[in-house]
């Protein structure tokens, strides 16, 4: 006997059949996906610091040298695994050396509140150089913000990444805007710590980061606003 199948019975085997294909990905995932980079070569680094020295009373030195083993051992690793370079970890382990080497002046109150334009300078100049070999570093903490967790943004940022010269030209703009703005608070900080009052540069080093941060933020949009378009149309023309 021929089994008769009603069309309800039908569309629950039907949906049944398809619902694989129908569910939808979770953003919230790959966004954490795609945080990952920064919270292992960004945030551990910079939390491990705070947490030896300031919450545990540990010395500047050993506290740098300690939170500098994630960033040795990720960049290492990636040398002799993968034969690429970490940028984000190799940056964060740029940044400790010369935290340590910067730890050892000490007397001249002047010298102490220049020392810390040496760790922007090192950044910036790291971001630059980095972005003018096209390997752009800001790109990594970007993506996640571009991308918003969604599959299908992700998977056009990849496409134009590896094939658009366009949206590489985008990457370097964004990571020259913002070694170009570490740089400037370096040389602001560097000019009011030899010039102005110290009781002055006390508090406006702080405030010069701030700003430095701001100018990245605000420029940088000639860049990201181009770039938002670049993943949203790739995006739409995929799907």
């Not at 910079?46 to 020295?53: F, K, Q």
């Not at 102490?112 to 903490?141: E, F, T």
């Not at 967790?149 to 590489?168: C, E, K, P, Q």
């Amino acid at each position: 006997m021929a089994q008769i199948t009603s069309p309800v019975t039908a569309d629950r085997a039907g949906a049944k059949g398809s619902a694989p294909e129908a569910r939808p990905q979770s953003n919230g995932g790959e966004l954490l996906n795609n945080l990952k980079p920064l919270v292992v070569d960004v945030a551990l680094p910079v939390g491990s610091y705070y947490l030896l020295h300031k919450g545990l009373g540990l010395g500047l030195v050993i506290s740098l040298a300690l939170s500098s083993v994630v960033p040795a051992a990720r960049t290492i690793v990636d040398a002799v695994r993968r034969r690429t370079f970490n940028g984000l970890a190799g940056l964060m382990l740029l940044v400790n050396v010369a935290g340590i080497a910067l730890s050892f002046v000490t007397g001249d109150a002047r010298l102490m509140l220049a020392k810390d334009s040496g760790v922007s300078s090192v950044i910036g100049l790291s971001i630059i150089v980095m972005a003018l070999r096209g390997r752009p570093l800001m790109s990594a903490g970007l993506k996640p913000f571009m991308t918003k967790g969604n599959a299908a943004r992700i998977a056009a940022w990849d496409r134009l990444t590896a094939g658009s010269v366009a949206f590489g030209r985008l990457e370097r703009r964004y990571s020259l805007i913002w070694g170009a703005a570490l740089l400037s608070e370096c040389v602001a900080r560097l000019i009011g710590a030899f010039t102005l009052p110290i009781e002055t540069m006390a508090w406006l080093s702080s405030v010069m980061l701030i700003g430095a941060i701001v100018l990245g933020i605000v420029v940088g949009m000639a860049a990201t606003q181009p770039i938002e378009k670049m993943v949203e149309a790739a995006a739409e023309t995929a799907a």
